[in-house]
Structures are given as C-alpha cells and as structure tokens.
C-alpha cells in the first residue's frame, strides 16, 4: 500500500533522523494530537489528524510517502499506528518520544499566536479549582464536599496510569480546542 521505511511494520526514528527525511521530503509526518495543542505548537509541515477523528483511509488517500506518525510523547501515535497497521499500511513510522524528543533535540517548533492555552494547562486549572472547591466547601460548608476533591484525585492517579485523561478528551470537544 504505502512505501515502507524498513522491513518491520512499525519503525521507530528518533527526531535527528525524523528531520533529514522531512528536509529530504522522503515522509509526510501526521501530527495525532489534538487540534489545539497542535495550533499552540508543532512541527513545520506536519498535517494534523486527531487521534479523536482519526480515519486511516484519509492518510491512505493524501500521501505516497512512507508515514510518519507524532504526538507529544508517543503514547497517542502508537493508538494511531496500531489503526493505519489494521487498515492495512505495511509500514508506519513514529516519532520516537514524540514533540517533546523534538524539542530536546534542540528542533524548531512553530505555533499559531491566537491558539488556546494547551490542553494539559487546561487539565490542570480544571482539576486544581475542583479540588480547591471540594476542600473549601468541605471544610466551611459540609465534609460531604470532600468527595469530590477525592474523587479528582482519582480521576488523576487513573489518568497517569492508564495514559488515558477523560477530562481531557471532554476538554478536547470544547470549540475553543477544535480547528476552526
């Protein structure tokens, strides 16, 4: 179907290597994350196609180059990789560490200066005023309110180790975080 980059179906280029074939034009990169932490932040020339609306049989029909797939750390790229390897790709590239290897490589990054402030900020806003609410209103109004801090924590310690955020996915619907 697509060009492969070797000859396992999954090829894992860490971001030195991930910039010559992008300089040489020898891949097209596909950016997983959300639309807007890839307004706030990403590789010049990358294509965005969120993991929330990812449809393998639109990369099937915009490219001929071997795929290269990025998020920011790689836990979201390997979800799409996994989708385009079951569509049918042969090979699928993946950006080894995802945006934040690229940036610790010293690479530059480009950004859209009205784009909203990134999703894990916004996680933590949403997260640290609900706790700060539960324990105020526990303290001053009724213990019963401490649940809820209790129940954040949770949804937090389940976040970290499942790599799954369901307050991020209900920010991530939110217009302000869709393309425009």
């Not at 894992?12 to 890839?38: C, F, M, N, P």
């Not at 990369?59 to 079951?86: H, N, W, Y």
């Not at 699928?92 to 999703?119: H, M, R, Y």
């Not at 933590?124 to 209790?150: E, H, K, N, R, W």
Request: aromatic share 8%; proline share 4%; glycine share 8%.
């Amino acid at each position: 179907m697509h060009k492969s980059l070797d000859r396992s179906p999954v090829h894992e280029l860490d971001a030195t290597s991930l910039k010559q074939k992008l300089e040489l034009q020898q891949v097209t990169l596909i950016d997983v994350r959300e639309s807007g932490e890839y307004s706030s932040e990403r590789i010049s020339g990358s294509i965005s196609m969120p993991l929330s609306t990812f449809d393998p049989e639109q990369i099937a029909q915009i490219s001929i180059k071997p795929i290269v797939l990025c998020c920011q750390s790689g836990m979201r790229s390997s979800k799409a990789t996994q989708q385009l390897l079951e569509y049918g790709f042969e090979s699928v590239g993946q950006l080894q560490g995802g945006l934040s290897s690229w940036k610790s490589a010293g690479f530059k990054t480009e950004s859209d200066q009205n784009a909203p402030i990134s999703l894990f900020r916004q996680i933590q806003i949403v997260a640290g005023s609900l706790v700060a609410l539960g324990t105020l209103l526990g303290a001053f109004v009724s213990p019963y309110y401490l649940i809820l801090s209790g129940f954040v924590g949770c949804g937090l310690v389940f976040a970290g180790v499942t790599n799954t955020c369901a307050m991020g996915m209900l920010l991530a619907k939110l217009p302000y975080n869709r393309a425009k």
